[in-house]
């Protein structure tokens, strides 16, 4: 099979070393890809919003199968372009429709989906311009912490806890007077506060079945302890030492089958991911947030975990035969480190040579590439998040420690990263 696999960050090139590991591959193109998306397959310098240049490369490369990194071109309405233009309509695009993209590119949208499926989440409420007002006089009132969530997509970024009324309103105020989140925060979503630990579970579905893929626990805010602004993710730790198989079975029963079966009773095409977002509070879990696609920092430790050949399961999507597919999950612990620019989740420079990456890694180890590019023979910072680390171990620490190692070996003008990734698991 001749694939095309669009985005550029750190999942992209844990999905592109996966596919590139598949039997059924033939030629592999990531577009646009990063410099570690090199050595995977072959980089094009299109972009993932292009529907226009895809179509026609996919025309020109006979491609089999496009599928969908990031978030955005499946919002825009990728899959239904292909489904719609005859051209092109015959190559399965692995990601839901516009219509269930939804459920990640509106945040309204999907709490009013889950109180149609009864699904457990946090109480909410809904404000724009036009109940300004309304909105001013349900903070005041509203317990504290305060969760105000940008309704559209705002890179990771456009959710602020408010320990105090006093935030609560400047945040408020930012957001729809200040257009503090651009076109995602036009509406916000005013939610109640759920006190536990989050947990990051990943569906696969064909539209008629779904398998359940391993979890994860990923790390939000850029200072060790948990403490200061939320970034696109520090870290990710897999598996989750308390989500056992009677936590699985339930989160299954009262999230994962009402999901799949309310996009069934919508006529909402998807035949992608899902990334159910949970807050567990106690032994409850209820839904924090819905995402059309991988996470990224877990990717790097999902897809490492995976024994299954990842282009076959596509083919199952594709076919919606993913009733015949048992998932197979290496048993040792994965941790990744992410590696950020200084000045990140804030303005930061680009463009500093990155030392370190050519030496050979422990076995067990992987270099997974993120905002990086290359320039002759150096490659260079390209983003807020650079790469990340990932390493098996039999434990979290071990696993941990190993992928701190190779941090040691790597370098560049302002690196930072978190050196508590999985804390509140190790013993």
Same mark, same amino acid.
């Given at each position: 099979?001749?694939?095309?696999?669009?985005?550029?960050?750190?999942?992209?090139?844990?999905?592109?070393?996966?596919?590139?590991?598949?039997?059924?591959?033939? +030629?592999?193109?990531?577009?646009?890809?990063? /410099?570690?998306?090199?050595?995977?397959?072959?980089?094009? !310098?299109? *972009?993932?919003?292009?529907?226009?240049?895809?179509?026609?490369?996919?025309?020109?490369?006979?491609? %089999?199968?496009?599928?969908?990194?990031?978030?955005?071109?499946?919002?825009?309405?990728?899959?239904?372009?292909?489904?719609? =233009?005859?051209?092109?309509?015959?190559?399965?695009?692995?990601?839901?429709? #516009?219509?269930? #993209?939804?459920?990640?590119?509106?945040? *309204?949208?999907?709490?009013?989906?889950?109180?149609? &499926?009864?699904?457990?989440?946090?109480?909410?409420?809904?404000?724009?311009? =036009?109940? &300004?007002?309304?909105?001013? *006089? $349900?903070?005041?009132?509203?317990?504290?912490?305060?969760?105000?969530?940008?309704?559209?997509?705002? /890179?990771?970024?456009?959710?602020?806890?408010?320990?105090?009324?006093?935030?609560?309103? *400047? !945040? $408020?105020?930012?957001?729809?007077?200040?257009?503090?989140?651009?076109?995602?925060?036009?509406?916000?979503?005013?939610?109640?506060?759920?006190?536990?630990?989050?947990?990051?579970?990943?569906?696969?579905?064909?539209?008629?079945?779904?398998?359940?893929?391993?979890?994860?626990?990923?790390?939000?805010?850029?200072?060790?302890?948990?403490?200061?602004?939320?970034?696109?993710?520090?870290?990710?730790?897999?598996?989750?030492?308390?989500?056992? +198989?009677?936590?699985?079975?339930?989160?299954?029963?009262?999230?994962?089958?009402?999901?799949?079966?309310?996009?069934?009773?919508?006529?909402?095409?998807?035949?992608?991911?899902?990334?159910?977002?949970?807050?567990?509070?106690? !032994?409850?879990?209820?839904?924090?947030? &819905?995402?059309?696609?991988?996470?990224?920092?877990?990717?790097?430790?999902?897809?490492?975990?995976?024994?299954? =050949?990842?282009?076959?399961?596509?083919?199952?999507?594709?076919?919606?035969?993913?009733?015949?597919?048992?998932?197979?999950?290496?048993?040792?612990?994965?941790?990744?480190?992410?590696?950020?620019?200084?000045?990140?989740?804030?303005? &930061?420079?680009?463009?500093?040579?990155?030392?370190?990456?050519?030496?050979?890694?422990?076995?067990?180890?992987?270099?997974?590439?993120?905002?990086?590019?290359?320039?002759? =023979? +150096?490659?260079?910072?390209?983003?807020?998040?650079?790469?990340?680390?990932?390493?098996?171990?039999?434990?979290?620490?071990?696993?941990?420690?190993?992928?701190?190692?190779?941090?040691?070996?790597?370098?560049? %003008?302002?690196?930072?990263?978190?050196?508590?990734?999985?804390?509140?698991?190790?013993?």
């Amino acid at each position: 099979m001749n694939v095309l696999l669009l985005g550029s960050g750190g999942r992209e090139h844990a999905m592109a070393w996966k596919i590139s590991q598949s039997k059924l591959c033939s +030629k592999l193109f990531i577009a646009p890809g990063n /410099a570690g998306t090199r050595s995977c397959g072959t980089n094009i !310098e299109m *972009a993932p919003t292009d529907f226009d240049s895809i179509k026609k490369f996919c025309t020109d490369k006979k491609i %089999d199968m496009v599928i969908v990194g990031p978030e955005e071109p499946l919002v825009n309405g990728i899959v239904d372009f292909f489904a719609n =233009d005859k051209s092109v309509s015959h190559i399965p695009v692995i990601g839901p429709s #516009a219509n269930g #993209a939804q459920l990640e590119g509106s945040k *309204a949208y999907s709490k009013k989906f889950m109180q149609r &499926y009864k699904i457990p989440t946090a109480a909410y409420r809904e404000f724009d311009l =036009d109940n &300004y007002e309304e909105g001013i *006089a $349900y903070l005041k009132d509203h317990p504290l912490p305060i969760v105000l969530k940008a309704d559209g997509l705002a /890179a990771g970024k456009g959710v602020v806890i408010c320990q105090s009324r006093v935030e609560a309103m *400047a !945040e $408020y105020e930012l957001m729809l007077q200040h257009n503090k989140f651009g076109k995602a925060g036009k509406k916000i979503v005013v939610e109640e506060f759920l006190k536990g630990v989050e947990l990051s579970m990943f569906v696969l579905t064909d539209g008629n079945h779904f398998v359940i893929l391993p979890e994860a626990k990923d790390y939000k805010r850029i200072g060790e302890g948990d403490r200061g602004p939320n970034t696109g993710g520090m870290g990710a730790v897999s598996p989750v030492p308390f989500a056992d +198989k009677r936590f699985i079975n339930k989160v299954e029963s009262t999230i994962i089958k009402p999901t799949i079966e309310g996009l069934k009773k919508e006529n909402i095409k998807y035949k992608g991911f899902i990334f159910i977002g949970l807050m567990v509070v106690g !032994e409850d879990p209820y839904v924090i947030e &819905y995402n059309c696609r991988l996470g990224d920092p877990e990717t790097e430790v999902v897809i490492p975990r995976l024994k299954n =050949d990842l282009l076959e399961l596509f083919v199952a999507v594709a076919e919606e035969e993913l009733d015949k597919v048992t998932i197979e999950q290496e048993s040792r612990v994965a941790s990744t480190i992410m590696c950020v620019s200084g000045g990140y989740p804030g303005s &930061y420079e680009k463009g500093f040579e990155i030392k370190g990456l050519n030496k050979e890694y422990p076995s067990g180890s992987f270099v997974f590439q993120a905002g990086t590019k290359t320039e002759g =023979d +150096k490659i260079l910072t390209n983003g807020g998040r650079v790469l990340c680390v990932t390493s098996f171990g039999d434990t979290v620490h071990e696993a941990v420690d190993k992928s701190r190692e190779v941090l040691q070996e790597i370098d560049f %003008d302002g690196m930072y990263y978190r050196r508590d990734i999985g804390y509140e698991f190790m013993s």
